[in-house]
């Protein structure tokens, strides 16, 4: 049970370049979420999903676009990289309310992003 | 919307003696959870507790515990006895509960963090 997972740890952009962030996860959980960390801002949610098929923006989603094809993947892109999109890039997955019992969001290990 | 303030950017606390992290919150809701969250230098984010809304009595998970105060919006972190591996950033979060309805029940508002210092 590998939890949630991220590729790559870091990356180093251009800008006006597009990647995606991977992320994955092997508890069967239907709520998945992308969050963005810039020092002194915390955590801000980009965007969510509750399931596959089914996204959701959230705070800061400009810039973004994410697809939840499986329940097991949510790919994050970043469609033209900008220097304001330096950051530290966390996934967190969770049950929902439907499959039982659930407080804890389990996060990602994170990828560090420069946009230079 | 929910908001969560985090009064103290830093902070430092002596190996073995008591550190109170604060946090105050914004919201209409009466249901809802709250949160401590530990961010090591690994950077990984790791639950220490949770509270939930309706419950009137204090979380504790061994040597950390919170003193919920609902009418006043406050939810601070006591550590005890404090440890060298407690230097982390802690950020306090705050989540809809269940009878809120909509996708963004899941939804995590974090306070912008309190870095502690343990010095031995």
């Known amino acids: 049970n590998a939890g949630v997972t991220q590729t790559p740890k870091f990356q180093v952009l251009k800008t006006g370049q597009s990647m995606t962030l991977q992320c994955a996860q092997d508890?069967?959980?239907?709520?998945m979420s992308w969050y963005r960390q810039d020092p002194g801002m915390g955590l801000r949610l980009i965007h969510y999903s509750v399931g596959a098929g089914i996204t959701d923006q959230g705070e800061v989603p400009n810039g973004y676009n994410v697809s939840r094809s499986t329940t097991e993947d949510f790919p994050l892109r970043l469609l033209s990289a900008a220097p304001s999109q330096t950051s530290v890039y966390f996934c967190?997955?969770?049950?929902?309310?439907?499959?039982?019992?659930?407080?804890?969001?389990?996060f990602g290990p994170g990828t560090r992003l420069t946009v230079t | 919307a929910q908001t969560v303030t985090q009064s103290q950017p830093e902070m430092s606390v002596q190996e073995a003696e008591t550190v109170t992290l604060s946090c105050t919150y914004d919201t209409s809701e009466s249901d809802y959870y709250l949160f401590w969250y530990k961010q090591p230098p690994s950077r990984q984010m790791i639950l220490v507790i949770r509270q939930e809304a309706y419950k009137q009595q204090n979380a504790t998970e061994n040597r950390f515990s919170v003193n919920f105060q609902k009418a006043a919006k406050s939810f601070s972190l006591k550590i005890s006895d404090s440890q060298l591996g407690d230097a982390a950033m802690y950020f306090c979060a705050y989540r809809s509960g269940w009878r809120n309805s909509g996708g963004s029940n899941y939804k995590l508002t974090f306070g912008k963090g309190t870095l502690l210092t343990v010095n031995p």
């Open positions: 967190a997955s969770s049950p929902t309310v439907r499959q039982g019992p659930s407080y804890e969001q389990y």
């Open positions: 508890m069967n959980h239907e709520y």
